[in-house]
């Protein structure tokens, strides 16, 4: 088998390996979930608390309208034009008429002329970080609008509706649950795109049947099937095998080990491919007698076992069958629940 010989494409999207492999990190999503909540809304209440502090006095006005206006109901201007005559130069001009000593930017940014049910009844609205200009500001406008809306041909005149209010602070806007809602949701999406994208691009073998699809050699199991031994006899034979891999030595001294526990004859001698290039390995491989079985790891990225296994088909060493290291069996248990086939058998059949 050549490097180019693998074929990824034999792997049909697993929607239920992807389903459990999110599950297992779900945790994630949750723990940034909570943690996005807690840092929109702690940045929530740092900006609205830190604004600076404003002040609103606030009196009504009732306007009496031309008797035409009982018939067209037309006549009568609504919330939103109040609003914007508020802000126009008519009505500003009116205001500065009765204080000349305000300044006209101040006023546009602090006054506001609005109806909260009533169209008969106009809602005059100071808004500004000084109680004292608050007050002052209203005053004028209780004059400057009078003057305003008596010039108006739909208005017969005004009258105001008790004195104006105390001077109140204005409490901050704070929305603490909405804060939340909206970083906990932001946390949800982002932190779940990251897992997904993760288990997307991960080309790690989970699954035993991986090694079939993906390299096309027999896969023996894992190194905790009950049943490997039989597995790797019928396989690459019942006279011993040499173990290959690019895990190391450690690694694959006790992936030895735990084969022999398992009844297997693995050769003492192990081919380790962790580096290609090392001085006298393609001697090692050509001097190999035995038949050769891979090990993979769950655990690691295959691009190296690609390499490693390209360079065994380069020398007619190519594996008789692999196995599979650092397995989760869990997963794989979980993985089979309601298939049949030989590795649905082999999962239900751990040590």
């Known amino acids: 088998m050549k490097l180019w010989e693998m074929r990824y494409g034999d792997e049909p999207v697993s929607g239920r390996l992807f389903a459990l492999r999110f599950i297992k990190r779900i945790h994630i ?9 807690a840092a929109v809304c702690a940045i929530h209440l740092i900006y609205r608390l830190s604004q600076e502090k404003k002040y609103r006095i606030e009196t009504d006005v009732y306007l009496e309208y031309i008797p035409e206006a009982g ?29 000349p000593g305000l300044d006209e930017g101040t006023v546009r940014s602090s006054f506001l002329a609005t109806l909260k049910s009533d169209v008969k009844v106009l809602t005059l609205q100071v808004e500004n970080s000084d109680p004292d200009m608050c007050v002052r500001i ?13 010039s108006l041909p739909e208005i017969m005149s005004t009258r105001l509706i008790g004195d104006p209010e105390d001077v109140n602070p204005v409490p901050p806007d704070i929305r603490v649950l909405r804060a939340i809602i909206l970083g906990a949701f932001a946390g949800l999406f982002f932190s779940a795109l990251y897992v997904s994208c993760r288990i997307l691009s991960d080309d ?10 993906r390299y096309h ?9 009950a049943n490997l031994s039989e597995s790797l006899e019928d396989l690459s034979g019942d006279e011993g095998f040499t173990v290959a891999s690019v895990l190391g ?9 735990e084969l022999k526990k398992a009844g297997a004859k693995p050769g003492d001698e192990a081919l380790d491919l962790s580096d290609p290039e090392s001085e006298g390995l393609i001697g090692l491989i050509n001097k190999c007698d035995k038949p050769v079985v891979y090990v993979f790891s769950s655990k690691e990225m295959p ?20 196995i599979l290291a650092d397995s989760d069996d869990a997963l794989i248990r979980a993985y089979y629940i309601g298939r049949k ?7 239900a059949n751990k040590k």
């Open 71 to 99: 018939s067209n109901e037309l006549i009568y201007f609504n919330k939103y034009t109040w609003e914007q005559m508020s802000k126009d130069s008519a009505v500003v001009d009116e205001i500065l008429r009765a204080d």
């Open 204 to 213: 790690r073998i989970i699954l035993p049947e991986t090694i079939e699809k």
């Open 341 to 347: 086939s030989r590795f649905a058998d082999d999962a």
């Open 138 to 150: 209203m005053k004028a406008a209780v004059t400057g609008v009078d003057a305003y809306a008596q």
């Open 249 to 257: 030595k450690e690694k694959i001294s006790a992936v030895i080990e």
């Open 303 to 322: 691009k190296n076992d690609e390499r490693a296994i390209s360079l065994l088909s380069r020398c007619d060493k190519e594996p008789m069958c692999a």
């Open 29 to 37: 999503v949750i723990i940034s979930a909570v943690l996005a909540a």
């Open 217 to 225: 050699l027999p896969a023996a199991g894992t190194l905790t099937s």
